[in-house]
């Protein structure tokens, strides 16, 4: 399988762990078992935005690109395929910190709503 083709899969395994990791918790609502992989990926994207580092998948799919012929990027994955549609100011040590933040109070929001959505079906 040609290098380009896999670091494209790559990509696109990293934006799909990211949107889990984003909105992961309302998988609960058809899985009761999906906080089992979605907390460990939570914490994760947590850590990595809080710590300031860089998912190993970053630094795959850059090595993939440079076998393939095409040019690798620096920064990280959201730095570089987010941060330009979302903000227009390079990735700060401080907008990543707020990053991982969101990350988690958006989670803490989805995941109050879910029990509350769960309680109620039991209710009814």
């Given at each position: 399988m040609p290098s380009s083709l896999l670091a494209s899969l790559?990509?696109?395994?990293?934006?799909?762990?990211?949107?889990?990791?984003?909105?992961?918790?309302?998988?609960?609502?058809?899985?009761?078992?999906?906080?089992?992989?979605?907390?460990?990926?939570?914490?994760?994207?947590?850590?990595?935005e809080l710590s300031g580092g860089i998912c190993p998948l970053t630094p795959l799919e850059n090595s993939l690109r440079r076998a393939a012929g095409e040019a690798g990027y620096e920064g990280g994955f959201l730095e570089h395929y987010l941060l330009p549609i979302l903000y227009p100011a390079a990735l700060?040590?401080?907008?990543?910190?707020?990053?991982?933040?969101?990350?988690?109070?958006?989670?803490?929001?989805?995941y109050a709503w879910v029990i509350r959505r769960m309680r109620q079906r039991r209710a009814a």
């Open positions: 790559v990509l696109l395994l990293h934006a799909l762990f990211v949107l889990f990791a984003l909105f992961g918790a309302l998988t609960t609502l058809a899985w009761r078992w999906a906080p089992v992989l979605h907390l460990p990926a939570l914490a994760w994207g947590v850590f990595v700060s040590p401080r907008l990543q910190t707020l990053l991982g933040v969101g990350l988690a109070a958006i989670n803490l929001l989805l």
